[in-house]
Nanobody
């Protein structure tokens, strides 16, 4: 599975950005897809993930400001980021958890995109 992300960039505080990520490749199904972020010296943290049933999970720090959505047919996920703050500055990684076919039955796999930089200036 390959993940192609786009949409990062530089924006002033209070502005908006929209990230997109397209998953391609052979897999039985996508269980969940979404975004994590990381700043230097800190662990990667969840931003927002949406599962196959359409339920979304958000980090407390982005609730009410970020919205995740998914186009299932195209296996594409979007992250609309509004009211951006300088503390949202990070490298954002697209993430997908898939179900794969194995010789002993299906199993789950995690895949990561290369990351896209989001910088919010004050």
């Amino acid at each position: 599975v390959q993940l192609q992300a786009s949409g990062g960039g530089l924006v002033q505080a209070g502005g908006s950005l929209r990230l997109s990520c397209a998953a391609s490749g052979r897999t039985l199904s996508i269980n969940a897809i979404g975004w994590y972020r990381q700043v230097p010296g800190k662990q990667r943290e969840l931003v927002a993930v949406i599962n196959s049933g359409g339920s979304a999970n958000y980090a407390d720090s982005v609730k009410g400001r970020f919205t995740i959505s998914r186009e299932s047919i195209e296996n594409t996920v979007y992250l609309q980021m509004d009211s951006l703050k300088p503390e949202d500055t990070a490298v954002y990684f697209c993430y997908v958890n898939t179900m794969e076919a194995g010789p002993r039955g299906p199993f789950g796999m995690d895949y990561w995109g290369k990351g896209t930089q989001v910088t919010v200036s004050s």
